[in-house]
T-cell receptor
Framework: EADIYQTPRYLVIGTGKKITLECSQTMGHDKMYWYQQDPGMELHLIHYSYGVNSTEKGDLSSESTVSRIRTEHFPLTLESARPSHTSQYLC??????????????FGPGTRLTVT | GNSVTQMEGPVTLSEEAFLTINCTYTATGYPSLFWYVQYPGEGLQLLLKATKADDKGSNKGFEATYRKETTSFHLEKGSVQVSDSAVYFC??????????????FGAGTRLAVHP
């Protein structure tokens, strides 16, 4: 069973607030990812990390930022939330170094609503 | 670029019916293929995978065979249960720039099983 956690599970917040979505994994995985899932279910990669001090933007442009100062922790921050940020955010991690293929393990997600 | 196409849902079946969810892909090289499942209110879970042509992945009664000649990875189950109601995602591995491995997901297919 994969051990990857996200908090909060649900968040309702007003426009203009700063928020941080937490993601932690206890598997020692080097690679971590953030996906945005729209109401139509489609998943979009917004950030990923190879390891500590590595962050890259994904396929979908996002106003959010991420940091990776510890292997197990990959928080996502929105400096000023807007209604367009309303979505489900999924964190994932995978093992492996180099170019091998390793499946990704997902957290339960954070459902964000910005009013 | 690489892509995954899944049959549109929702798929609605009676309990004990046979399930097929079609998935085809476009890729250069030899990607690995995955099926993920998302139960209501949860993150994605890996259901099965196949890493090379003619491999069959199987788990919990679900099966899918990696068919390179038809670029397909259709998901099947002989007898579905109400508890199988979920959203199913087909995905392929893709090697991004710098040797990074990421998953490309299909749009998801919602399955509803009725007693």
């Amino acid at each position: 069973e994969a051990d990857i956690y996200q908090t909060p599970r649900y968040l309702v917040i007003g426009t203009g607030k700063k928020i941080t979505l937490e993601c932690s994994q206890t598997m020692g995985h080097d690679k971590m990812y953030w996906y945005q899932q729209d109401p139509g279910m489609e998943l979009h990669l917004i950030h990923y990390s190879y390891g500590v001090n590595s962050t890259e933007k994904g396929d979908l442009s996002s106003e959010s930022t991420v940091s990776r100062i510890r292997t197990e922790h990959f928080p996502l921050t929105l400096e000023s939330a807007r209604p367009s940020h309303t979505s489900q955010y999924l964190c994932a991690s995978s093992a492996g170094t180099g170019t091998g293929v390793y499946e990704q393990y997902f957290g339960p997600g954070t459902r964000l609503t910005v009013t | 670029g690489n892509s995954v196409t899944q049959m549109e849902g929702p798929v609605t079946l009676s309990e004990e019916a046979f399930l097929t969810i079609n998935c085809t892909y476009t890729a250069t090289g030899y990607p690995s293929l995955f099926w993920y499942v998302q139960y209501p209110g949860e993150g994605l879970q890996l259901l099965l995978k196949a890493t090379k042509a003619d491999d069959k992945g199987s788990n919990k009664g679900f099966e899918a065979t990696y068919r390179k000649e038809t670029t397909s990875f259709h998901l099947e189950k002989g007898s579905v249960q109400v508890s199988d109601s979920a959203v199913y995602f087909c995905a392929l591995s893709d090697r991004g720039s710098g040797g990074y491995n990421k998953l490309i997901f299909g749009a998801g297919t919602r399955l509803a099983v009725h007693p």
